[in-house]
């Protein structure tokens, strides 16, 4: 019988560890959705301030995608200043070794 209650309890941690693993992958889950739509939320935002970067026309289709990809990013923070293009820079890095650090 004691074998039996001992192997039970162990039973129960692990079925506890699992639901505790369960509910950090959620909250996790969560807040990645919460940063998603936050991240839309800043796309529309910056479409709205910046019309001229959210359509697609102005970049020929016959062109290499990364040269394209690298001239809007160029036309985008171009005209930003030295203090705006820290914070961007900064928040991108943080992003990146979250990220790295996550893996």
């Known amino acids: 019988k004691a074998k039996d209650s001992v192997a ?5 941690e692990e079925k506890e ?4 693993e369960v509910r950090e992958h959620e909250s996790m889950l969560d807040d990645l959705e919460l940063r998603v739509e936050v991240a839309a ?3 529309d ?7 001229e970067f959210a359509d697609d026309d102005s970049i020929p ?5 990364s040269s394209s990809n690298e001239a809007v ?3 985008m923070i171009g005209s930003l200043t030295a203090p705006v293009t820290r914070t961007l820079l ?3 890095l943080d992003v990146f070794a979250k990220s790295e650090f996550e893996k």
């Open 61 to 65: 289709e016959d062109s290499d995608p």
């Open 8 to 12: 039970q309890a162990q039973s129960n």
């Open 17 to 20: 560890a699992r639901q505790n």
């Open 45 to 51: 935002d910056l479409r709205a301030r910046l019309p």
């Open 73 to 75: 990013a160029m036309k």
């Open 41 to 43: 939320s800043e796309l």
């Open 90 to 92: 900064w928040e991108m």
